[in-house]
């Protein structure tokens, strides 16, 4: 609506997981505007589901191959198209990156995650939430979630990152639990970098958090101590993903499930009467290749 309102043409986005992109895709067939989705070549390669979505609304997905040819490389390329030719195209930045007003931007969109979920959770229990717990790449959902609670104390915020294949094998996307403060896509936050300040390679096996920094809001919080951040394995997330399909009939997306797995650590430690609410920010589907690969299961 705000590219429709400034007299924009044509709408770019970047997509990790291709939950964004296909969001950004409906958007642009809608009200008729050309549409193109950068999206990295590995991303492209996980993520075959959300890519036939895109190009079915009518999207153009631009494969990135630079870097890792996932989330960062797809945001870096947008960047250069925008700048290129921001006189006739709008940038749909999907996360609460970016620079000043994105971040904020994104974050008031997405409360609408948090503020659905106060007005249920008091419905439904007469109370607030004891935990939120969400998955954190860039952190939108996670944001999301949170920002309508963050001025009720008794209310524990969680964000859980990706520890890929362990946080001490350097292959992760932990970016609070083993980064350090420095600017990445225009905002000053946590990233993962080196000593001469270039930014690090991130991974994990859900390619929506394969992102090296995160959202300055979440570095705030983190600071402040208004949330608190931990991590989950590649391997742990992929149980979190059978675990909750096969006890609850609810399949979840990869990012997601990082958001399960901590629960279930969790829980165990809390009182009966405690109340955990996860985000489940995506539907697995999109993930199916990947947990065919990772459990033998192919469906054949």
Known sequence: LLALRMGKKRVIAETGAGQHGVATATV??????????????????RQAPNVFRMQILGAEVVPVSSGTATLKDAMNEAMRQWVARVRDTYYVIGSTAGPHPYPMMVRDFQSVIGKETRRQIMKREGRLPDFLIACVGGGS????????????PQVAMIGVEAAGKGIKTGQHAASIAAGSVGVLHGNKTYLLQDEHGQ????????????????????????????????????????????????????????ESAHAVAYAMQLAPQLDKEKIIVINLSG???????????QTGVSGQ
Request: proline fraction near 4%.
């Open 141 to 152: 959902n996670a944001m999301g979630l949170f920002y309508p609670f963050k001025d009720d």
């Open 28 to 45: 642009a067939a809608l009200f008729g505007m050309e549409c193109q989705i950068f999206m990295g070549e590995e991303d492209i390669r």
């Open 199 to 254: 930014v690090r390679d991130a991974y994990s096996i859900a390619a929506g958090l394969d992102y090296p920094g995160v959202g300055p809001e979440h570095a705030s919080f983190k600071e402040t101590g208004r949330a608190s951040y931990a991590t989950v394995d590649d391997r742990e997330a992929v149980q979190a993903f059978i675990d909750l399909s096969q006890y609850e009939g609810i399949i979840p997306a990869l």
């Open 283 to 293: 539907r697995g589907d999109k993930d199916a290749g990947i947990i065919a690969e």
